[in-house]
């Protein structure tokens, strides 16, 4: 799987665009990019995924660079319930047998949205 | 509501009296997973499960057991508990184990004194 780079934290006014960047320059043309989320202590949170195209779904948006070396999640409007540590993950989708299955969480982007 | 329960929430126990964290999900998940997350280390995978009677180790299986009699259950044993595994612990499913969402329990807070 493509090793990940995300800025340890970020601070977001609330009410804001939320823009949280990913690095994963070594991505395969089969690799999708995650993001996932967790706030203090509770399980990890899906948010979206992609593979080449722009994608929204009703919690975020996630934007990935024509050469697919980058993405941004972008959380529109920003709340204090926003708040969490968010992983860009990058796997395939048909993983080969044997797989754990496994994800594969780094050390994330701290978001603090503020009042 | 499409879920992943977990019980204890909080468990603080003393060594060597085993114990049992239970996972339960209601979506007809086929995968199934241990992870525990400490400080600095992240989440690292226990056990996992492709379906029921198949289980797997993870990345750190040591001083773990897990059973999948059933599709929804999948529960993680600590025969000796020791305080080196204190930690949190978070169990997951999803349709597949390359499936995009993977859905992840509450938590277990155990403390081993």
């Known amino acids: 799987d493509a090793k990940t780079t995300q800025p340890p934290s970020m601070d977001c006014a609330e009410g804001r665009a939320a823009n949280l960047p990913c690095n994963h320059s070594?991505?395969?043309?089969?690799?999708?990019v995650y993001w996932y989320r967790q706030i203090h202590s509770q399980g990890p949170q899906y948010i979206i995924h992609g593979l080449k195209n722009n994608e929204t779904n009703e919690m975020a948006s996630l934007i990935i660079t024509e050469d697919r070396k980058s993405s941004t999640l972008i959380l529109p409007h920003a709340t204090l319930r926003d708040t969490a540590v968010y992983y860009c993950?990058?796997?395939?989708?048909?993983?080969?047998?044997?797989?754990?299955?496994?994800?594969?969480f780094g050390q994330g982007t701290t978001l603090q949205v503020k009042p | 509501e499409a879920q992943v329960t977990q019980n204890p929430r909080y468990l603080i126990t003393v060594t060597g009296k085993k114990l049992t964290v239970t996972c339960s999900q209601n979506?007809?998940?086929?995968?199934m997973s241990w992870y525990r997350q400490d400080p600095g280390l992240g989440l690292r995978q226990i056990y996992y499960s492709m379906n029921v009677e198949v289980t797997d180790k993870g990345d750190v299986p040591e001083g773990y057991k897990v059973s999948r009699k059933e599709k929804r259950n999948f529960p993680l044993i600590l025969e000796s508990p020791s305080p080196n595994q204190t930690s949190l612990y978070f169990c997951?499913?999803?349709?597949?184990?390359?499936?995009?969402?993977?859905?992840f329990g509450p938590g277990t807070r155990l403390t081993v004194t």
């Open positions: 070594t991505i395969s043309g089969n690799e999708y």
């Open positions: 979506m007809n998940h086929e995968y």
């Open positions: 997951a499913s999803s349709l597949g184990q390359g499936s995009y969402e993977q859905y």
């Open positions: 993950i990058v796997r395939v989708a048909d993983l080969p047998p044997g797989n754990t299955g496994k994800l594969i």
